[in-house]
């Protein structure tokens, strides 16, 4: 009988539109994507997801009871991916789970005892699928002093060890984050969220058209962006914070863009493009900070945006803007990838944070393992 070779990983985004899945083979120092598999969360779902990114009534019944449905519907996302590949539970090694984040609180200046909670729970992920499952990733980074956040860049950092040239990464989930790959190894991999992406561009967007996503952005580019609000949207404290730093869709929420709003009289179709601007400047101005001309590889499910996509290239003109898609790298799956090389390195004891990028107080082996 054959040893088990591979690695499932799995990541369901601030999005909360589904959950991507990655089949994974580490095998020969290699990284080698066998399969990807996206299965779509249902409306009501999808709302019992998001409607925990705020307070409300009955919390813990509510988050209990969904982080077990979560976890139901994960292992059936994992059985239809071996089905696909003709495999079975045997020949996994381990199933890297980030879980669903619902709430993301790092250390800050009035934060006595920070936390982070993702939700879609590892133990009984484990005894419905039979294979062992690492997660809680994040927990242990905030313990030694760091945000937490972002965890990717520890995986980028190995995937990337042998680039010639100053490189980001930089990923428009629900919020955008990137990771800096400077040429010179003596410099610090840096990474950090820059801000909103897709969280308010999609708010927006079910809002006022009734569509849960703005398709290729076709309706910012329907619209003209307003300098004043822009500039308005980035005096907000958290773009002016010095790296590590770490943020999530419970700051930049609804109420968030209407204390702002308020002040202006603009129509609905100039917000959705100021909002585009937001996410593109943002990001733009955080990447020319830490390099003036480099090699940058969007990724996220942003990427389908053309016409945001097309802002950050107008912004980064100096810089070589591209997909991570032109590495024969596969987008959808990127992500789930990087939680599949937790679950790996956590097996192989390797460092899986950068305290450069979180502020942790040391590198450490993250993740907590549970058997079926």
Same mark, same amino acid.
């Given at each position: ?6 690695? #499932?990983? !799995? ?44 307070? +409300? ?35 996994? #090694? ?24 993702? !939700? ?8 419905? *699928? ?15 002093? +760091? ?26 989930? +629900?919020?955008?984050? #990137? ?94 493009? *100021? ?76 460092? +899986? ?20």
């Amino acid at each position: 009988m054959n040893p088990a070779k591979y690695y #499932i990983g !799995i990541m369901s985004g601030t999005s909360a539109d589904g959950v991507d899945l990655a089949l994974v083979d580490f095998s020969n120092h290699e990284v080698s994507l066998i399969d990807h598999h996206y299965q779509a969360y249902h409306d009501e779902l999808a709302h019992d997801i998001t409607s925990l990114y705020s307070t +409300g009534d009955n919390e813990i019944e509510r988050m209990g009871a969904l982080s077990v449905e979560l976890a139901l519907f994960f292992s059936q996302a994992v059985n239809q991916l071996l089905t696909n590949n003709h495999l079975t539970s045997s020949d996994i #090694i381990a199933i890297g789970n980030h879980g669903q984040t619902i709430r993301h609180r790092p250390p800050q200046a009035d934060k006595q005892y920070p936390f982070t909670l993702q !939700i879609a729970c590892h133990q009984t992920l484990a005894c419905l *699928t039979g294979i062992r499952t690492i997660g809680d990733f994040r927990t242990k980074d905030i313990a030694l002093g +760091g945000q937490g956040a972002p965890l990717v860049p520890a995986f980028h950092r190995y995937l990337f060890a042998k680039q010639q040239q100053d490189v980001f990464i930089a990923n428009l989930g +629900g919020i955008a984050n #990137i990771t800096f790959l400077p040429q010179d190894r003596d410099q610090a991999v840096i990474g950090f969220d820059t801000g909103p992406a897709n969280a308010l561009l999609d708010l927006w967007c079910l809002k006022h058209t009734g569509n849960r996503v703005d398709n290729n952005g076709d309706w910012a580019a329907q619209g003209q962006v307003s300098n004043a609000l822009l500039d308005d949207l980035l005096s907000d404290p958290y773009f002016a914070l010095a790296p590590p730093k770490s943020t999530g869709r419970e700051y930049f929420t609804y109420q968030w863009l209407e204390q702002y709003l308020s002040h202006y009289d603009i129509s609905a179709v100039d917000v959705q493009a *100021t909002l585009s601007a937001l996410t593109a400047q943002s990001l733009s101005m955080a990447i020319k900070q830490l390099s003036p001309k480099s090699f940058v590889y969007l990724c996220g499910g942003g990427i389908h945006n053309k016409h945001c996509y097309k802002q950050i290239k107008q912004y980064l003109s100096e810089h070589s803007v591209q997909t991570i898609n032109t590495l024969n790298l596969n987008n959808n799956a990127f992500e789930a990838m990087a939680f599949a090389w937790l679950a790996f390195a956590y097996d192989k004891k390797i460092y +899986g944070n950068i305290p450069t990028v979180t502020g942790a107080q040391c590198e450490t082996i993250l993740g907590v393992a549970f058997n079926p």
